[in-house]
């Protein structure tokens, strides 16, 4: 019995020693990141010669100067750079990319495995550019649930995604996957396939995607530019349906964002209690009134406006029943911007990547620079405004001590030339340094 004590005792000594070695191990395996900025998003400051300090995937200090660490840190020296926290692009689509005319038979010539392949490139390209976290609005058969899955797991490298899987529609709406087709291929596209028609068929297609895996709901509310349909402005849902929409989509937990041009699809969606604005063209000062009573963020794409208004000059880019549309709304939507900012409306980075090239998510800065933001407030829109939006700013958003990892970075000072913002050198999501 003795005999038994003793071994016992040191075997109690020997696995305290185990765990005192563990927890040095721990504590030795940070990463300490010197920036000469450092933008931390929580106020307008920018703050000069700072270490912060990552563990694991958190941010657990920021300290002043160069701290290089100890034995078993990793420091990493962003001398000449601004830091900040990573990028977030409130409206991508992963999985496609606009190319002209062949974009238009892609749904005829590529199958649910060509759009994943691709969506792991775009997403690539995506978060080497800055953006660590993104909204993907509207895949084609939930390719993206499956990337999200991958990316999570590893497997592949991305943006952290928060998904809408397929957008949802009306018969003939934007977004119905059928338009343009003929007859015998249109078909009758249902909930499943994100195109509903009255209450029921509106709460069947958001239990849909909450089955299939989507994070949030997206909605075209109103025409859009590049489907194959006449208008690009008219409300395509009606009052009761949203109103189902948006009900249902709360009973879990999901968020609903909602494509719009015209004005009176605008209006429906914000009194029926969607949570953000995609693209706004036709946003007047009762829509701003409305957005800002309801708190409704606004997702501006100025970017897309700007690249479909220059494709529309080229003969044969776009099909006729869509060069109209993109020549007459593209150029009004950095102009809309300038509006709804000058009028204190909720704004978070968008660009509708996918219609213009996955990567160039940057250029959004300098267009909102040009239209009248300050260049911090600009960055903002891409940091705490997105994550307030996602509601997710309790663990991103800011470089903050205990908030996940997501850390960004250029050369130069961005306050003093925002398109440096597109030339982001140094990329780290969750704890882990993606490009250095």
Partial sequence: MIKN?????????????????????????????????????????IQSDKTVIVEGNKIVKIVDGKDEGGEGDT???????????????????????????????????????????????????????????????GDVDNETVALRKSINQGVTVGPRIYTAAKSIATTGGHADPTNGRSSDLMGNPGPRDGVINGVAEARQAVRQRYKDGADLIKI???????????????????????????QTAKDYGMTVAVH????????????????????????DKEIIKLMRKH????????????????????????PDIVRPKAAAIGPL???????????????AYGTDSGVSAHGNNGQE?????????????????????????????KELGTVTQGKFADLVAVKGNPLDDISLMEKIDFVMKDGKVVKN
Avoid: C, W
């Fill in 5 to 45: 004590l003793f071994n016992r005792s040191q075997a109690a000594k020997v696995a305290l020693v185990i765990a005192g070695l563990l927890m040095a191990a721990h504590v030795q395996a940070a990463t300490h990141i010197f920036a000469s900025q450092l933008i931390t998003s929580e106020d307008s400051k």
């Fill in 365 to 393: 800065f300098a267009l909102m620079v040009e239209a009248g933001m300050s260049e911090m407030d600009a960055i903002f829109t891409a940091t705490i405004n997105a994550a307030k939006l996602l509601k997710i700013d």
């Fill in 260 to 283: 719009a041009h015209g004005k009176e699809g605008m209006k429906r969606a914000i009194l029926a209690g969607v949570n953000s604005i995609e693209h706004g063209t036709y946003m």
């Fill in 333 to 347: 939507i950095q102009q809309t911007f300038a509006r709804a900012h000058e009028n204190g409306v909720l704004i």
């Fill in 75 to 137: 420091f990493i020296d962003l001398t000449g750079s601004t830091l900040m926290p990573g990028l977030m692009d409130m409206h991508v689509h992963l999985s496609f990319q606009n190319e002209g005319p062949s974009s238009y038979l892609k749904s005829f010539t590529s199958n649910e495995a060509d759009y994943a392949i691709a969506a792991v490139d775009y997403a690539r390209k995506t978060v080497m550019a800055g953006f660590t976290t993104v909204r993907n609005l």
């Fill in 220 to 246: 075209t509310a109103t025409g859009g530019v590049l489907s194959v349909a006449k208008s690009g402005q008219n409300p395509q849902f009606m009052t009761d349906e949203l109103e189902a929409i948006v």
């Fill in 295 to 318: 708190d409704v963020y606004y997702v501006p794409t100025i970017l897309a406006g700007n690249f479909v208004a220059e494709k529309a000059k080229i003969d044969g880019y776009f």
